[in-house]
């Protein structure tokens, strides 16, 4: 039940993380000036506060203003507000390290704005993208580990709570482990296919 829990709570995250990361990249990369500023702050901000940080503020913090999440909820914000700075900040990477001449052949072709982007430029990025992104994936999926501290039982949650009646740490925390590896592993396998995939489509 663990496993499901961590595993559900990645997919949201990373569809939550996915969604305004896509709207954050964008911005920051074809935005006005203040705009750019303004999401490259947030991004900062994001990446230099510990993911543990942010689940402390989402679950106790809020609390004090008055909005109480409970462990699910406080969970599932802190990751995407970590997921939605990360995927920013790769995808707007690699929307501009689509080659200026196809942005300049898209411009030859009379094509409005939005249609370059999702006819010419937004494929390309996303084929640099895969890589990365699966690679990112497999990040979410370990930091859920961190909502164990709020008490949302997820994968190490319900290990320690294992542990707590069998008092045999070594054999609970390791089939921990090995479901952590089952997981993890194909996705680490992957991106690293889609990252060599990238390189050798590449052209010279």
Not at 52 to 58: G, K, S, T
Request: charged content about 10%.
């Amino acid at each position: 039940m663990g496993l499901m829990w961590t595993v559900g709570l990645s997919l949201i995250t990373f569809a939550l993380g996915g969604f305004f990361g896509l709207i954050l990249a964008l911005g920051r990369a074809l935005g006005p000036s203040w705009l750019r500023t303004t999401i490259a702050a947030f991004i900062q901000i994001v990446q230099a506060t510990p993911l543990l940080i942010i689940v402390f503020l989402a679950f106790y913090g809020l609390s004090f203003l008055g909005w109480y999440f409970p462990p699910f909820a406080a969970a599932t914000i802190s990751l995407a507000i970590y997921a939605t700075a990360y995927l920013a900040d790769i995808w707007r990477g690699c929307i501009q390290a689509v080659p200026r001449t196809q942005w300049e052949a898209a411009d030859s072709l009379a094509l409005g704005r939005l249609q370059r982007l999702r006819y010419v430029i937004l494929p390309q990025a996303a084929r640099i993208a895969l890589g990365p992104t699966v690679g990112l994936m497999v990040q979410i999926v370990k930091n859920t580990s961190v909502t164990a501290l709020i008490g949302f039982v997820e994968l190490t949650r319900a290990g320690q709570l294992l542990n707590n009646m069998t008092f045999q740490p070594f054999h609970v925390f390791l089939s921990v482990a090995a479901m952590y590896f089952v997981v993890c592993f194909p996705l680490s396998w992957w991106s690293e296919k889609l990252k060599e995939r990238s390189v050798a489509g590449t052209p010279d």
